[in-house]
């Protein structure tokens, strides 16, 4: 019985001249709610085991899959784009970002003020790496030109991320992890290259894609010869230049 349930006036008060401080029948009573307290921990943690178990099997399976042929579901899917005859991508906004004709444009913030907005560029570049797909990060953060880049292409202040394929408007977190779960994701990047997994990160910028300007160190400003300062022309409100090595 819960010792919320328990009648505490039927346990006599402590009695300091007894040799049991505390009634009998009131040590047994706790002792037994202990005891259902532990059953129900271990019931509980026995039920987590199980579905860790059952989890990693299925996640074995799907690796198994992958290895040897792909998911039936992605098979029905690329059955019925070969039956219509059409690309899939034609059924998506044409939406194009600067250079983003052939590419995989990802509009993504690295920054942690707005929680939700983060995980959810967290998860869309999770899925694209955990896809092998070639991509182009742009961070709005790290680049405002960035930033006003994606709202003139959507006509509107919207919050990444932000996918497009191939000129093509995919959507943004919800719409994509939706496609991801009708496997109708993958079948969007057919004809792009993959990823190569032996390319090393770039050496100029270490896969950052910015630099710090060399005009002006990363400060944004340039000492005048009358001894003031002015703004630096070369690099972005972050002092960082786009790395010409491989974002071009």
């Known amino acids: ?25 009131l ?12 059953q129900r921990i271990e019931e509980e943690r026995r039920v987590r085991i199980q579905a860790s ?4 099997s299925i996640k074995e ?18 059955e019925e784009i070969e039956e219509e005859g059409g690309n899939p991508l034609l059924n998506f906004e044409e939406r194009c970002p ?12 690295t920054l942690r003020g707005i929680r939700k907005t983060f995980e959810d560029c967290n998860g869309v570049r999770f899925l694209l790496q955990s896809l092998r797909v070639r991509y182009h990060e742009r961070d709005v953060s790290m680049h405002k030109e960035y930033r006003e880049e994606l709202w003139e292409v959507l006509e509107g202040k919207v919050m990444p991320p932000r996918l497009f394929v191939k000129g093509r408007y995919i959507g943004g977190a919800e719409e994509v992890l939706g496609l991801n779960e009708q496997g109708k994701f ?15 990160p770039c050496e100029a910028c270490n896969g950052v894609c910015f630099v710090l300007c060399f005009n002006c160190s990363g400060s944004h400003r ?3 010869p009358d001894g003031l300062w002015s703004e630096c022309l070369y690099c972005n ?3 960082l230049i786009i790395c010409s090595h491989c974002c071009c």
């Open 27 to 38: 040590l047994a009573a706790f002792k037994m709610a202990v005891k259902e307290f532990m």
């Open 222 to 224: 340039i000492s005048t």
């Open 1 to 25: 019985m819960p010792l919320s349930e328990i009648d505490i006036s039927s346990f006599r008060p402590p009695d300091l001249n007894s040799s049991t401080l505390f009634d009998p029948n």
């Open 186 to 200: 993958r079948v969007l990047f057919e004809g792009l290259p993959p990823v190569d997994s032996s390319t090393e």
């Open 53 to 56: 178990s059952l989890k990693q």
């Open 61 to 78: 399976t799907e690796q198994g899959e992958s290895e040897s042929e792909p998911p039936l579901k992605f098979c029905r899917i690329e």
């Open 98 to 109: 600067p250079g983003g004709i052939d590419r995989v444009i990802f509009y993504s913030t």
């Open 237 to 239: 409100e972050n002092g």
